[in-house]
């Protein structure tokens, strides 16, 4: 008899971090069932669209059937659930939106997305996550812990949030065999950097931007037998620039 194939269940998939990570995982035998707010791109390069489901994560109603859609892709157990899912909305110009000039429904609509999603899921899928003794990775950001010149105050506030629901999962889930813990990434190469980002490069300890597989092998780290003893955690995967 071989292996049991381990299955993901990743949000926010379409690009850039996500991206990266269906990729790593895939690669290394994991069944990747993979969920956005976009279709299934058959341009990817894995067979992926069987087990993708289109959700938008910002209506909390739409997320909670989106439980029962994801139950019956399973076999009754989950062994690594990354939430990676999260939206940073911009003024008219581009620009920056701070505490000041956020209205309440961009608030509710960041924190659907970044901070309550997250727990909803785990929540409504912790019986297969226990079943697996699997693993929650929470994608934070280095937005979470400083202010940020481009990531609004909403998107910042809601990956702090996300931070202090990781060390409450740890503690709640742990009793199911369940390890919670978090990857905060820095300045990341993707193609939705903000315009100026490169600036940014000069101010960091390694002189460079992370590339989205550096941070698909963290994520991968935290949900392996490698990190078996690794629970309510926060990782920074930045190359020292919270230093």
């Known amino acids: 008899m ?31 069932i993979s969920c956005s707010r976009q279709p299934f791109d058959d341009n990817c390069p894995w067979s992926g669209g069987d087990n993708h489901i289109q ?11 989106a439980i029962e859609t994801i139950r019956e ?24 939106l701070n505490t000041i000039d956020t209205d309440l429904q961009t608030w509710g609509r960041v924190f659907h997305v970044n901070f309550f999603a997250s727990v909803v ?69 993707t193609a939705i950097l903000s315009p100026g980002t490169e600036k940014l490069v000069d101010a960091l300890p390694m002189r460079r931007l992370g590339q989205p597989e550096e941070v698909a092998s963290a994520i991968f780290f935290l949900c392996s037998e490698a990190s078996s003893y690794i629970s309510g955690a926060e990782l920074e995967v930045n190359g020292a620039q919270h230093v």
């Open 121 to 189: 899921l785990a929540r409504g899928l912790k019986d297969e996550l226990a079943a697996a003794k699997g693993s929650v990775v929470n994608v934070t950001s280095i937005a979470g812990s400083r202010v940020h010149p481009f990531a609004g105050a909403a998107y910042a506030t809601s990956k702090a949030a996300l931070a202090a629901l990781t060390r409450e999962m740890a503690h709640d889930f742990g009793p199911m065999g369940v390890r919670v813990n978090a990857i905060a990434p820095g300045e990341v190469e």
């Open 73 to 96: 892709r399973l076999d009754g157990s989950l062994d690594a659930l990354v939430n990676n899912a999260g939206i940073s909305p911009k003024g008219p110009e581009g620009e920056r």
């Open 2 to 32: 071989g292996e049991r194939q381990k299955t993901l269940l990743l949000t926010g998939a379409s690009r850039g971090i996500g991206h990266a990570t269906v990729r790593h995982f895939d690669q290394a035998g994991w069944r990747v």
């Open 55 to 65: 959700v938008d994560l910002s209506d909390p109603n739409t997320t909670i059937r």
